[in-house]
């Protein structure tokens, strides 16, 4: 997007701390949240989705997560309404994060391959920042803010970043495309706990300095630093960021259609040439949250030249959808 659109965006919403606590499939109810709130709009009835509807629809994935079952066990023809969603939408063992906003990327076309977008411009950059929670523990590792950042990466400068999405959109055509869904502190985390591993194998105390990533611990701390975050973070945050985005794009920004990366179309289009993102990111995880594949461009895409000489070159590109 222009950097004008992109700026206007950050001043009416950047600066204010935003609290987004999360616990596994989540996004299950909060889809079922967007689609009745369309089904409302669109028919202006004030009814919105039953069960019956849902099994017809391309959001009946979700009727297999064991959650949603059991919310929706017993509810009959009801209406899935926003008042008995609310009331299932909760989880003793959440997860607490922060959420902030950035933008990235250059509108000169020719520092584009470098910043990975696909059009020249700025992309929204949406930050899933640990809570203080974590940041207690962390310290406990004696090292720098941020050690497990790539800070030529779009992360907070101010927080300790678990993750980030990057969203580019048109306002005029309603649309937005997920550019990525990335994470450095769960791929570093992980190197560190196999280093700890190792050294414990060849016989080092626990209380040995661990002596990796500058840290200033033993290796029982950073031991028990990567365990948490192996099983608390881990698991859960590919799809935290993914439902962090989808619920800026469309209850924040109103937008209606988003798109996201197939996993060729992204390397091609962003122009990625070296070591390609994790395969899940672009296959697996937008499956999950029913967007379905789709040879439809996202509209603002197809009036950049170099974009569409991409597609030409390579027909059989295709995106996933969410509309």
């Not at 600066?15 to 009745?36: A, H, K, N």
């Not at 028919?43 to 959650?67: D, I, W």
């Not at 495309?177 to 992980?190: G, N, P, Y």
Request: proline letters at 6%; hydrophobic letters at 35%.
């Amino acid at each position: 997007m222009d950097h004008h659109v992109a700026t206007e965006i950050l001043a009416c919403l950047q600066g204010e701390r935003t609290v987004f606590p999360y616990y596994r499939d989540r996004y299950g109810i909060g889809l079922l949240r967007q689609l009745s709130r369309q089904l409302s709009r669109h028919r202006r009835t004030g009814h919105g989705l039953n069960v019956a509807e849902l099994k017809q629809s391309r959001y009946a994935s979700l009727l297999r997560k064991p959650r949603i079952r059991a919310m929706l066990a017993g509810l009959g023809h009801q209406a899935i309404d926003e008042a008995y969603l609310a009331l299932h939408d909760h989880d003793p063992q959440q997860t607490h994060f922060v959420l902030t906003l950035a933008t990235w990327g250059s509108e000169r076309r020719q520092e584009r391959r470098y910043r990975q977008t696909s059009r020249p411009g700025l992309n929204l950059v949406l930050q899933l920042n640990f809570s203080a929670e974590h940041d207690r523990l962390y310290r406990t590792l004696g090292c720098p803010h941020s050690q497990f950042n790539y800070h030529a990466h779009p992360v907070s400068l101010e927080r300790n970043t678990l993750a980030w999405a990057r969203i580019d959109l048109d306002l005029d055509s309603n649309s937005a495309l997920i550019e990525e869904v990335q994470s450095d502190w769960v791929r570093k985390v992980a190197w560190l706990e196999e280093r700890v591993e190792r050294k414990l194998a060849a016989g080092h105390p626990e209380s040995a300095p661990a002596q990796i990533y500058g840290l200033q611990c033993s290796l029982a701390t950073a031991r028990t630093y990567a365990a948490h975050v192996r099983e608390r973070y881990a698991p859960i945050w590919s799809e935290a960021m993914l439902w962090a985005s989808l619920q800026f794009i469309r209850d924040e920004l109103g937008l209606e259609a988003v798109y996201y990366h197939s996993e060729q179309g992204g390397q091609l289009l962003k122009g990625i040439t070296g070591t390609p993102p994790p395969r899940s990111l672009y296959t697996d995880l937008p499956r999950r949250f029913c967007f379905t594949p789709t040879r439809e461009i996202p509209p603002f895409l197809s009036e950049d030249k170099e974009v569409r000489q991409v597609l030409r070159r390579n027909p059989e590109i295709g995106f996933f959808s969410l509309p």
